[in-house]
């Protein structure tokens, strides 16, 4: 468990003082993959460093599997260190060593036994599915190989807690993904809690469990993954989930909408679960006496539940509309009539 | 010719003998400081900024003293050491003292070099000052330092052939009592070529060595 209480950071550079954390009050529960979001200089890395001590806080607690990071000694900082693995941006491994080097150097430094290193190194490379590159140098893999190596040293000495700070974003999108399907078997395997770091919402998407949104140094916002997503609260919030749930109504749909008169029953309707599955759209116009016309969809899953979101037309007299609302309502599907204008 | 060639062999060994000797105990000085001038610095795993910059200070003077001053004034120091102020073993203590602060420079240079990113991941793996020093930073450093290494090792036979002429001997004396002093063209002309040979050879073997090492 990690627990962030009351801490803040600021940076003395060139006589200018910069405030990276403003008083982050935030807990990461054991065995979760707890993501963090922000914009570029939002506070991400200064946060996520302050977990392994790689920066101090200026004030407040960090609070590590219940060890108070600020006031214990360098000597205790260094164990606590090695129950927590760190995944960078850019790998940063040893050019000069082989992979096997690289990560046995976490076991070297606790002054491992020979034997226990050679067998603990290879299940690792297995596992990450470099079991046939333990001789080679990092200068021959690709990115996605090298973040392979990196995870594998960072998982070397069992740790904890896996710190990621954006590490998919260096890759290819296709790279990334095969990155994130392992970091959710390590936490589904080895219970490993994640705290990882990114700009990219997709990555949140894909394998977090709870996100906190932050903005010059603070957690504006912060809840479940499917929360966050569903109905994000704040404006820095809505930008990034618009940028991987489309719910925007195409211009070119805007501008038919603004010059034909016709469109004016537009709905947005969100479908949340078991009703996403459900053929209600067609049910509509059966029972009742309208036309289904859809304007834009788009339906995803997360965590696990698909959610699903559409922009349609009703058409048909007032009163059958009116009806097909109420349907709507006794389904417990939600919607909201959009205005054209307003949109 | 004045010389023979047993002369001219002799004061091969002895060159070698000066450079040899002179680079072995300024890597021995000129490495720790090297390495203790990298991690003091700001923001370096030892921060100290009172060892840093006195021993910044310090380098910087024995830097800026040219070397055939340095030669001369360092002469009760070398008759401390080695009880004479002539002779080879006399002529090493200046060219430590000329390749050692020299040597440091080089190498806080290669330290600087290492990728911060590195660093950060020792930091984050729990190693200790010693470990991130011997386990990440010389091992990352190391083509590099070898190529400063070389550099450093043809100075030191550029200042040997001064050193020389305050009775250490060495191709340096050679030319200069015989070549330059009696007018002797020929030993002039085999003396440059076999300091040419020396200085080529020295650095195509650091080269081909600094690239067998670099990787990525
Ligand atoms: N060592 C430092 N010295 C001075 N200022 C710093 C330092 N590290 C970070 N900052 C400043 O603190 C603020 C937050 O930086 P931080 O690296 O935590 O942001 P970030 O959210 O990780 O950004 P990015 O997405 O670009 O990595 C920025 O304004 C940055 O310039
Ligand atoms: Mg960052």
């Known amino acids: 468990m990690i627990e962030f209480q009351n801490v803040s950071k600021v940076y003395n550079s060139g006589g200018k003082e910069i405030r990276a954390l403003n008083s982050i009050n935030l807990k990461v529960n054991k065995g979760e993959i707890f993501g963090v979001v922000g914009f570029s200089g939002a506070g991400k890395s200064s946060l996520i460093r302050c977990v392994n001590s790689l920066e101090k806080p200026t004030s407040g607690k960090v609070i590590v599997d219940g060890h108070d990071l600020t006031t214990i000694s360098k000597k205790r900082i260094r164990e606590v260190k090695k129950s927590i693995g760190m995944v960078f941006q850019h790998f940063n491994l040893l050019n000069s060593k082989t992979v096997y080097a690289n990560v046995a150097m976490p076991l070297i430094l606790s002054k491992v036994p020979k034997d226990q290193i050679k067998q603990r190194v290879s299940e690792l490379l297995e596992f990450v599915g470099l079991g ?61 809690t994640i705290l ?148 | ?114 990728d911060k990113g590195v660093l950060e991941a020792a930091d984050a793996m729990g190693a200790t000052p010693f470990q991130t020093i011997f386990r990440f930073l010389l091992p990352e450093a190391l083509s590099s330092l070898i190529v400063n290494f070389t550099i450093a090792t043809i100075g030191l036979i550029g200042a040997s052939a001064m050193a020389g002429t305050v009775g250490g001997g060495g191709i340096g004396d050679l030319a200069i009592t015989f070549g330059y002093q009696r007018f002797d063209t020929t030993t002039m002309l085999i003396t440059v070529a076999i300091l040419i040979v020396l200085v080529q050879g020295l650095q195509s073997f650091g080269n081909i060595l600094s690239k067998k090492i670099r990787r990525g």
């Open chain 1, 132 to 192: 046939d590159k333990a001789q080679v140098y990092p200068d021959q893999l690709s990115g996605g190989q090298k973040q392979r190596v990196g995870i594998a040293r960072a998982l070397a000495t069992q740790p904890s807690i896996l710190l990621c700070d954006e590490a998919t974003s260096a890759l290819d999108p296709q790279t990334t993904g095969s990155i994130l399907e392992l970091l959710k078997k390590i936490n589904k395997e080895y219970g490993i």
């Open chain 2, 1 to 114: 010719m004045l010389v023979n060639s047993e002369q001219i062999i002799e004061a091969l060994i002895q060159t070698i003998q000066m450079v040899g000797f002179s680079f072995i105990f300024s890597i021995i000085i000129g490495l720790p400081l090297g390495i203790l001038l990298f991690v003091t610095r700001k923001g370096q795993i030892i921060e100290n900024l009172p060892v840093f910059t006195v021993l910044n200070a310090v380098i910087n003077v024995f830097r800026s003293v040219p070397f055939i001053i340095l030669l001369v004034a360092i002469i009760p120091v070398t008759r401390l050491i080695v009880g004479t102020s002539i002779g080879t073993s006399a002529a090493i203590v200046p060219l430590v003292f000329y390749a050692g602060p020299y040597i440091a420079r080089l190498v806080e240079s290669s330290l600087l070099e290492v």
């Open chain 1, 196 to 343: 990882m770091i990114t700009h990219e919402m997709a990555v949140i998407r894909e394998i977090c469990d709870r996100v906190a949104v932050m903005e010059a140094g603070k957690v504006i916002e912060e809840g479940t993954v499917f929360d966050i997503f569903s109905a994000p609260k704040t404006n820095t919030a809505q930008n990034f989930v618009s940028t991987v749930m489309h719910d925007q109504i195409p211009p070119s749909i805007l501008n038919m909408m603004e010059r034909k008169q016709a469109l004016n029953h537009i709905f947005h309707i969100t479908f949340v679960g078991e009703s996403t599955g459900s053929p209600f759209l067609s049910q509509l116009s059966k029972i009742l006496d309208v036309e289904i016309n859809v304007l834009f969809g788009n339906i995803t899953e997360l965590q696990g539940i698909p959610f699903g979101k559409l922009i349609v037309e009703i058409q048909g007299a007032d009163t059958e509309v009116k009806r097909a609302l109420s349907y709507m309502q006794a389904q417990q599907i939600l919607y909201k009539e959009v205005i054209a204008h307003a949109s």
